[in-house]
């Protein structure tokens, strides 16, 4: 059964640097075809991919953040991490994290996401 | 910046079928994205409904399709019951490891 859970700080101010961490079960990271991508969806408004990140090491990162974001994996942990740097308030929203299907062209599990608010 | 725009809302009597679209703008949506749609009711994390244009995944009713429409993705409900109210977003795989969601439709069953 494959289960993924999103934790990190609820609060963060702006200019702060956020650190989300991806906790997964069912699968590992160290096998071949296996992908974890990050998502994020504001109040109110659409979905956002944010980052993925490969069994090999490989990283892949949105156009129009990817100067603000890190993906990295501890396969030992079976866990991901998102740091997203210099925080703003309009980067409040609740963050997933999703599994991606082996083929790599869409997401096949999802956590349960988690609200982040940026407010000072 | 590539964007992808679906309809904003849309209404449907119960029973009664839509026809949900995911455009492109840099041009045609073809199978070679892979489309796929997701299902999110308010609150909920969303639900992984269609992939690869128009394989539906496990235990979704096929009451749902997707297809390529014209140069569009489309997903389809026909006969919509009343939990099928949701929010629905379609999603393009650009290639190199690179997603783009589209701007999601709001689905009223009334």
């Known amino acids: 059964q494959v289960t993924l859970k999103e934790s990190g700080p609820a609060l963060v101010k702006p200019t702060q640097t956020l650190t989300l961490t991806c906790s997964f079960s069912?699968?590992?990271?160290?096998?071949?075809?296996?992908?974890v991508s990050w998502i994020r969806q504001p109040p109110g408004k659409a979905l956002e991919w944010l980052a993925r990140i490969d069994w090999d090491d490989d990283e892949f990162y949105s156009t129009s953040l990817k100067t603000r974001l890190t993906i990295s994996k501890d396969t030992s942990k079976n866990q991901v991490v998102l740091t997203m740097t210099n925080m703003d308030p309009v980067d409040t929203a609740t963050y997933y994290c999703a599994r991606v299907e082996r083929s790599g062209w869409f997401f096949d599990y999802w956590g349960q996401g988690m609200l982040v608010t940026v407010s000072s | 910046q590539t964007v992808v725009t679906q309809e904003p809302s849309f209404s449907v009597s119960p029973g009664g079928t839509i026809t949900l679209t995911c455009a492109l703008n840099?041009?045609?949506?073809?199978?070679?994205?892979?489309p796929s749609w997701y299902q999110q009711t308010p609150g909920q994390t969303p639900r992984t409904l269609i992939y690869?244009?128009?394989i539906r995944s496990f235990g979704v009713p096929n009451r749902f399709s997707g297809s390529i429409l014209g140069n569009k993705a489309a997903l389809t409900i026909t006969g919509a019951q009343a939990d099928d109210e949701s929010d629905y977003y379609c999603?393009?795989?650009?290639?190199?490891?690179?997603?783009?969601f589209g701007t999601g439709t709001r689905v009223t069953v009334l």
């Open positions: 069912g699968f590992s990271l160290s096998t071949r075809g296996m992908r």
């Open positions: 690869k244009t128009n």
């Open positions: 840099s041009g045609s949506v073809f199978t070679g994205y892979y």
């Open positions: 999603m393009l795989y650009m290639g190199d490891g690179i997603y783009v």
